[in-house]
Structure formats: structure tokens, C-alpha cells
């Protein structure tokens, strides 16, 4: 009985990661395509939408990492109050190695 629910678990997980993959996919090309189009790059609204595009990728990426550390890390993560999708701050110096933006 503990094997199928660990199987069951692992299958859970192995979805939640590609399922968070793919909405970082597509909230990177979101973000790129914002980023890339004509405007007034310096005003407030450029970026404060900047800093939408910002925090949900960098959620995706968060969870898409929790998801494959298996399922204790992302309730601790959720325990402790880290999640950026929760609320948590994005480390800006530590997006920008990843992402260059």
C-alpha cells in the first residue's frame, strides 16, 4: 500500500513539475515579448508591468524546483512562508544571474 501511494505521489510531482515548466515557458516568452515591443520603457507603468512579469516567472521557476525536490520541500516552503506566489520577495541579483533581465 505505501509503494502506490509513493508511486502515486511521484506521478503527482513529476506533473506539477512539467506543468510548471511549461507555464515558465510561457511567462518567459510573455515577458520577452513585453520587454521587446515598442514603448516608453522608463515610465511607471513599464515598470511596474515589468515587475509582473518578474515575479511570475520567477514563481513558476520556484515551484517548477520545489516540485522536483519532492513534495517535503514544497511544504516546507509553504510552512515557512517563502513562496514567492504567497507573497514572498523575489531575490532580484539572484533573477538576474538566471535570466539577465
Keep these: 500500500m505505501q509503494a502506490l501511494r509513493e508511486q502515486g505521489t511521484n506521478n503527482w510531482l513529476k506533473h506539477q513539475v512539467e506543468d510548471m515548466e511549461e ?27 515589468l515587475h509582473v512579469h518578474r515575479r511570475r516567472v520567477a514563481g513558476f521557476h520556484q515551484l517548477a524546483d520545489l516540485f522536483r525536490q519532492g513534495e517535503g520541500a514544497f511544504l516546507a516552503a509553504r510552512q515557512d512562508r517563502v513562496v514567492i506566489f504567497d507573497g514572498f520577495r523575489v531575490n532580484c541579483s539572484h533573477f538576474r544571474q538566471i535570466y539577465g533581465w
Design 23 to 49: 507555464h515558465l515557458e510561457t511567462a518567459l516568452w510573455n515577458a520577452a515579448a513585453f520587454r521587446d515591443a515598442e514603448g516608453h520603457h522608463q515610465d511607471e507603468d513599464f515598470k511596474e508591468s
